[in-house]
């Protein structure tokens, strides 16, 4: 019972935390917690099988997809809160509450007797007993287990897959494709200019200078342009802009000390 | 109880070989973290991105097209966990056991071979 | 490890296990459909894309055929078992499957079902040479990629092999003999119908949409059941059906933890058959869903479902039966009663189709709150006929609005339905036919259907939930009538609805359902004869 009390808590803190936490990632870092001390507890349930399984297939497969689709999502995007029913989260905790202290009480009352049975089903060790069941009297629903997964394979597949609906294009294409846009439209078929990296500032998130001094829009990334992060011409020394970004970044990036004096380096720069 | 004693004790040896790791990491990290000067500056906390500063948040979006390989992964987690007791009964069901397995995986390769003819192993 | 701990798991001296000895021949039907869906997938492999979707629907219809046929001999084959109540047939595959009469008969049903969505999924001459299924599913919707898809013409086939599975599920679903493979077979027919939903060619975010809020719903009832099984493992000590009545009527162990069991049990099966409060999914389901699926889904589902759960709650939870009884009269009589009165406020087909469809999830309860056993109608019998009579009308009401189209595909809104009397008699007098059937006018198989799940209830003693449901039933029969005024007389809006040219597959679809409602409506004796012979569940 040590054992149980010592992870119980730790377990309820973990599970409160993947509830509660601001941060997906730091949801899933804590639902592995709760995995890891699940599978403790089965090991101190007689079960070694489950134990391992816990750790092989939720803590290892099952985990990694959850942090994938984290990846996927994409951490900024937050969801809109707004309740399309009025009241409805009030509600839900409501009944949420109730339906968890009926099924709680239900347990609690049923599991006061002693355990019976467990040394029969793990005679020949838990493994073997288990496999005695999946084997023989499972073995149907055993082999249905493999249509499911077949049907997972074919879902991921039709709705995350593209296939390649035509041959792919060689360098040689690409660059025949680019000087023909420039036979017929005159697009300039060499490289983009790069961004106004060292020139004036030490980042790719400003466009570079053209000779009469306005700002070329095609020096910068595409997507840089999209998420609105490129700055224009006019800013203060770079250095005091990176330390107050990190400043409001608050404390998890580290203690940050008060901007010293601006390295030489950027000194000129800024003048331009 | 004293079953019970026993068999937890069975465990003694890899709640050992988990603490011995846990004190190594610690330790190594801990003697670092001693003798190391430690300089905070902010120049120093950002990332390295080949000497030019980082712009935006570390976290990008990645394309869903990878989800199929930790998909495909995971499919193949779960069904190594009936290969573990399927090993271990082996030799006392003998023909049989073998039968039931390759059906099984039989029907799980035919989602793979799936997989492979539309082109999701190899790289495009 | 030491040899203390290798000993615990891998044990001293293991007891001999038996080869499994399961009897192939008699779960043939279910293997041909599982057998056909890996075929379907190996044909996604390897078959040129030119012969795919042909490949595809030779393998489904050959394949349901041949299911159909091994079910018909195994159903000759039935031994009968004499116990207080007559059966047919009996536990096979170690145990896991019950080959009894209400099986074979629900298999035979679910095939021709099946048939029916596969000729449904088959038809391509609607949207210009396309089936009804997205070109790619992986292209935003609107994307210049999924205009490029369409234009090669490329299709996604994989929904037959889907559809097999779905149907494999459905028919291990019924026949399950204990809660574990009820649960697998429970996710077998779910996941290919989320899949399904979210494949609609047109209107693609709406049928994203109802494909997320099937599986969220549906993962989290599926939760509810899986909850409820381990609760009454807890308290019987057994997955078997069997095995847990013997517990129940003994009354060993604790009855809340049976009670809270069956509770949670129950709400995962009344989700799966959309009965009220469990049916928030329905109307957006089966209106985002592409129509074809929508058909299968709304009569394999429910038959699916409505028998797995007349079995666990008759053969292992009979024993308690007055401990779930009033919860089923309760929801039965709200389900009837909501079903009924949303229903009017529907300005959609689909929408209408779905709260038609909650509906009669309430009238099959309240053959399933009868209770009744013994000879004549019984619930089971009652049961599989409405399942019969209600499944064929909605697959063909739903191949009825695969045919009403307008430039941006179907158009359900019932108020551009005005005039199809007009524009297709032969197709609104179809649907009328079907709407009938649903209102259970005499001469229809709802009707019967409606007469025999009534009968059942009323020699059981539920003839609060009889008053009811005839109450429910006018009140739904104003509404169908409505619609019927609207299809015949009313002028029509704008240019009124045009009504697409199927290829003979819908017409068959048609054809054949309009048949079985109108037949099943004036000779229903040889199906009453054949479901009443099918006897009780046999554990």
Redesign the interface.
Request: no cysteine.
């Given at each position: 019972m040590t054992?149980f009390w010592l992870l119980a808590p730790i377990m309820v803190v973990a599970a409160l935390g993947v509830v509660l936490s601001r941060k997906a990632v730091h949801s899933a870092l804590c639902l592995a917690v709760v995995m890891i001390s699940l599978a403790m507890m089965y090991?101190?349930q007689?079960a070694?099988?489950l134990f391992?399984?816990q750790i092989?297939?939720y803590t290892?497969?099952?985990m990694?997809?959850f942090l994938?689709?984290l990846?996927?999502?994409?951490?900024?995007k937050t969801d809109s809160l707004v309740e399309t029913i009025k009241g409805q989260r009030l509600v839900a905790i409501v009944l949420g509450l109730l339906f968890g202290g009926?099924?709680v009480?239900?347990?609690a009352?049923?599991?006061v007797g002693p355990v019976v049975?467990l040394g029969e089903a793990n005679?020949?060790?838990?493994?073997?007993g288990?496999?005695?069941l999946?084997?023989?009297?499972?073995?149907?629903?055993?082999?249905?287990?493999?249509?499911?997964?077949?049907?997972?394979?074919?879902?991921?597949?039709?709705?995350?897959?593209?296939?390649?609906?035509e041959p792919?294009r060689t360098q040689r294409d690409l660059a025949l494709e680019r000087m023909q846009r420039y036979a017929e439209h005159g697009e300039h078929p060499g490289n983009l200019p790069t961004p106004g990296?060292y020139a004036r500032h030490?980042?790719?998130?400003v466009p570079a200078l053209l000779p009469d001094g306005s700002t070329s829009e095609i020096s910068t990334s595409k997507t840089?342009r999209d998420?609105g992060?490129v700055r224009d011409g006019a800013f203060a020394g770079?250095?005091s802009v990176?330390?107050r970004r990190?400043e409001a970044d608050g404390p998890e990036?580290?203690?940050?000390?008060p901007?010293?004096s601006t390295p030489a380096r950027h000194d000129g720069e800024e003048d331009l | 109880m004293s079953d019970y004693a026993d068999y937890l004790a069975t465990y003694a040896s890899v709640a050992a070989i988990i603490g011995v790791g846990v004190l190594l990491a610690a330790g190594m990290l801990g003697v670092n973290r001693l003798f190391r000067p430690t300089l905070t500056t902010p120049a120093k906390l950002l990332t390295y991105e080949s000497g030019v500063d980082p712009v935006g948040a570390g976290w990008a979006q990645s394309n869903v097209r990878y989800y199929v390989y930790a998909f495909l992964y995971v499919v193949f987690a779960v069904d190594a966990v009936f290969l573990f007791p399927w090993a271990v009964v082996f030799a006392s069901i003998g023909w049989a056991a073998a039968i039931e397995m390759a059906v099984f995986l039989g029907f799980i390769a035919v989602g793979l071979v799936y997989a492979w003819r539309k082109g999701v192993l190899s790289w495009t | 490890m030491s040899a203390v701990s290798v000993q615990a798991i891998v044990g001293a001296a293991p007891s001999p296990i038996e080869a499994p000895d399961v009897d192939y021949a008699t779960i043939s039907p279910l293997l041909i459909i599982l057998g056909a869906a890996v075929l379907g997938v190996l044909v996604e492999a390897f078959v040129p894309r030119a012969y795919r979707f042909v490949t595809q629907i030779a393998v489904a219809v050959v394949g349901v055929v041949a299911a159909f046929v091994a079910t018909v001999v195994v159903g000759a084959g039935l031994d009968t078992v004499d116990g207080e109540v007559t059966g047919r047939g009996g536990p096979t595959a170690m145990g896991s499957l019950s080959v009894d009469g209400p099986a074979v008969v629900t298999w035979a049903m679910l095939l021709f079902f099946g048939l029916l969505g596969v000729l449904l999924f088959a038809e391509r001459r609607l949207d210009g040479g396309l089936s009804a299924f997205t070109s790619q599913a992986s292209t935003p919707p609107g994307s210049a990629d999924e205009r490029h898809a369409t234009r090669l013409r490329i299709e996604h086939s994989e929904v037959f092999p889907l559809a097999m599975f779905a149907l494999g599920g459905m028919m291990f679903f019924a026949s399950a003999n204990d809660l574990l493979g009820m649960f697998v077979a429970l996710e077998v027919l779910s996941l290919p119908l989320y899949l399904m939903c979210g494949l609609a060619r047109r209107r693609r975010l709406l049928s994203q949409e109802a494909a997320m809020k099937y599986f969220l719903l549906g993962a989290f009832s599926s939760a509810f059941f899986l909850y409820g099984i381990a609760m009454v493992y807890g308290y019987a000590g057994s997955f078997g059906l069997a095995e847990i009545s013997t517990a129940v009527s003994s009354q060993i162990g604790g009855q809340n933890l049976l009670l809270a069991g069956m509770a949670l049990i129950l709400v995962g099966l009344l989700f799966k058959v959309a009965a009220v409060p469990f049916h928030a999914w329905t109307p957006d389901v089966y209106q985002g869903a592409p129509t074809p699926v929508t058909a299968f889904m709304a009569a394999g589902t429910k038959a699916a479902a409505f028998v797995a759960m007349l079995r666990i709650f008759f053969v292992a939870f009979g024993g308690a039966r007055w401990d779930w009884a009033p919860a089923v009269w309760a929801i039965a009589i709200i389900t009837m009663l909501f079903g009924a009165i949303a229903s009017i406020a529907q300005t959609d087909v689909k929408r209408m189709l779905a709260y038609s469809s909650i509906a009669h999830a309430g009238f099959l309860l309240v053959g399933m709150a009868g209770l009744t056993s013994g000879d004549g109608v019984t619930s089971v019998s009652a049961v599989l006929f409405y399942l019969v009579a209600y499944g064929a009308a909605a697959i063909g009401a739903f191949a009825v609005v695969t045919l009403v189209r307008d430039a941006g595909g179907e158009t359900t809104h019932l108020g551009r339905w005005a005039g199809l009397g007009k524009e297709s008699p032969v197709l609104a007098v179809a649907f009328t036919i079907f709407l009938l059937s649903f209102a259970g006018i005499p001469l229809t198989g709802g009707f019967i259907s409606k007469w025999s799940v009534f009968a059942a209830a009323w020699d059981g003693g539920a003839w609060p939930l009889v008053v009811v449901g005839v109450v429910a039933s006018a009140l739904a029969l104003f509404f169908y009538i409505r619609v019927v005024v609207l299809l015949f007389f009313a002028p029509p809006q704008g240019d009124g609805p045009t009504v697409a040219v199927p290829s003979p597959l819908t017409w068959s679809v048609v054809a054949i359902t309009v048949a079985v409602t109108i037949v099943l409506g004036v000779l229903p004796g040889p199906l009453l004869d054949l479901v009443q012979q099918a006897g009780a569940f046999v554990r």
């Open positions: 054992a090991a101190m007689d070694p099988f391992a399984v092989i297939v290892g497969a099952i990694m997809l994938f689709v990846m996927l999502v994409g951490v900024d009926v099924l009480t239900v347990v009352q049923a599991f049975g005679a020949d060790g838990n493994v073997h288990l496999a005695k999946l084997f023989n009297r499972y073995v149907f629903a055993f082999e249905a287990t493999s249509a499911l997964l077949i049907t997972a394979v074919l879902g991921a597949m039709v709705l995350a897959h593209r296939e390649r609906l792919r990296v030490n980042a790719v998130d840089l998420r992060v770079d250095v990176t330390m990190l990036r580290g203690r940050v000390e901007p010293p | - | -």
